[in-house]
Structures are given as structure tokens and as C-alpha cells.
């Protein structure tokens, strides 16, 4: 049931000019029916929230084509081209965190057990994608972003630091991977940390941790982490002040740049 009652069935497809394979998405909704997601699960970090699941599947369409750039990234654009309607095939209830935040806290029925190495390798460099993505739009927004109608909200390096810090302390944890607090803000610790939470991956989905996940699970904690990566690139290129590319970026020690990200996380 979507926010006025009515069901969206599994199975029902957006309207889209494009005849090609269905997107295989997922509608999660919050217990108290507060907020609901729409998801994609062939493309990690296509996902958007809503108050509710209609809303959330209209979103996600519309997101479309700020998707394509990562399927660009990814070496995958023919195939993100070709790719068809969005339809459901599940319709699950999410956690508290889906109601508070209007985003996907839960694996979806698919994201259950090891993945095949080919599904698992192009999860992993859609995750790579998302991260250049992100790193490229660091580079050349402005330093300050534009404030909510409170004058609220982060600056650019605070959304930096926050995307960069949650990935490397808290969700990189889920395959055993552990780093000092702050290590991965750097352009080394940043460098250091995405190959080795890409090898904990790799080592996760081979049995080689011990400690297994809870509540999530690998697929989950990929598409996750690139949510999170993209939603807070969009954030800073939609609050973008500058008018033109190439706004300079201080490294610690005063080195301005308007190179990549990669050279310039604080």
C-alpha cells in the first residue's frame, strides 16, 4: 500500500520510452508508512525516498539520468542505455530508519547469501564509479554550499569528511575491516581505504571473515555504500554556489588546486 492506501503491485513498470529489460526494483516502506524507498538492485546507489512509495518510484525515474554518468564511469553505458522500464518485484517493509530518514536500512529478498564473482565484481566497480563520481564533483563545487530556507545545512568539506569518515569507520566495519579514527582523510588514507574495503569484500564473500554481518549483508553494504557516496554528491551539486568549474580547494598546509578530489580530501 503506498501513503493513501493504495497498492503498488509487483510487477507494475513505469511508463518509459525505453523497450529494453526491465529494472529490477524494490519499494521499502517504513512501518508507520512515514516515508518509502524506491531501489534499484542491478544498479547500486539508484535509490530514492520519498513520503511515499509512488512518490519514491516517480523520484527514482527522474533520477535517471543523473545515473547515467556513473554507468559512464563504470564502462557500462551501452548497457545502462539499453535498460528498460523500472518494475517492482518487491514490496517489503523497511526498519525505523526507513520512516526517520526516507532511506533503505534492510537487505531486499534478492541481496541474501554469497554473490557470484561476476555479480559481486560489478557491484564492486559500480561502488568504484560512484566514488569517482563523487570525487569529481568535490573537485568543483563551491566551498560553500547554499544554506536551507533556515540557513541551514554542510559546507562542502563537512559533507566530505562526513561521507568519507561513515564509510571508512562505520560501514567498513560490516566486513572487518577497521581503521583509525580520521585515517581515511587524506588523499593516501583515502587511496589505502577503498582498496582494502574492496579486498575485505572480496575476502567477506569467500568466507574468509569470521565474523559475519547481522542484519545486513554484502550486497546490502555495497549498494549502501554507494547510496551514500552519490547521495551526498548530489547534495553538493545541487547546492553548488559557483559559477564555473574549477573552484579552489586547500589541502592541509595551505596547497590550493583544482584538481580532482582525490588530491584534495581534507
Known amino acids: 500500500m503506498d501513503g493513501a492506501g493504495r497498492r503498488i503491485d509487483r510487477g507494475t513498470s513505469t511508463p518509459c520510452q525505453n523497450e529494453g529489460m526491465p529494472i529490477r526494483t524494490v519499494i521499502e516502506r517504513g512501518p508507520k508508512g512515514k516515508r518509502s524507498v524506491a531501489l534499484t538492485i542491478d544498479w547500486p546507489g539508484w535509490s530514492r525516498g520519498a513520503k511515499t ?16 554518468p556513473i554507468a559512464g564511469l563504470a564502462g557500462m553505458a551501452r548497457e545502462f542505455a539499453a535498460a528498460g522500464p523500472l518494475e517492482i518485484v518487491e514490496d517489503k517493509v ?7 530518514w526516507g532511506i533503505s536500512f534492510s537487505p531486499s529478498a534478492t541481496e541474501h547469501g554469497p554473490m557470484g564473482e561476476a555479480e559481486l565484481e560489478r557491484a ?10 563523487f570525487d569529481g564533483i568535490a573537485a568543483r563545487v563551491s566551498p560553500e554550499m ?7 545545512g554542510r559546507d562542502r568539506d563537512q559533507i566530505i569528511r ?15 575491516l577497521r581503521i583509525p579514527e580520521r585515517a581515511a582523510l587524506s588523499r593516501d588514507g583515502l587511496h589505502q581505504h577503498r582498496e582494502a574495503y574492496v579486498a ?39 547546492k553548488d554556489l559557483s559559477t564555473e568549474d574549477g573552484a579552489l580547494v586547500k589541502f592541509p598546509g595551505g596547497v590550493e588546486t583544482g584538481s580532482s578530489h582525490e588530491d584534495r580530501v581534507e
Open 53 to 68: 512509495a509512488e512518490s519514491a518510484l516517480a523520484t527514482l525515474e527522474s533520477y535517471r539520468e543523473r545515473f547515467r
Open 94 to 100: 523497511g526498519t525505523g530508519s526507513t520512516d526517520f
Open 124 to 133: 564492486i566497480t559500480i561502488l568504484q564509479a560512484c566514488w569517482a563520481f
Open 146 to 152: 547554499r544554506k536551507g530556507p533556515r540557513g541551514g
Open 162 to 176: 562526513h561521507t568519507i569518515r561513515t564509510e571508512s569507520e562505520e560501514f567498513a566495519k560490516q566486513v572487518g
Open 200 to 238: 575485505a569484500m572480496r575476502a567477506y564473500n569467500a568466507g574468509e571473515v569470521t565474523r559475519r554481518m547481522r542484519s545486513w549483508t554484502l550486497p546490502f553494504l555495497i549498494r549502501h555504500s554507494a547510496f551514500h557516496t552519490l547521495d551526498h554528491a548530489w547534495e553538493m551539486e545541487d
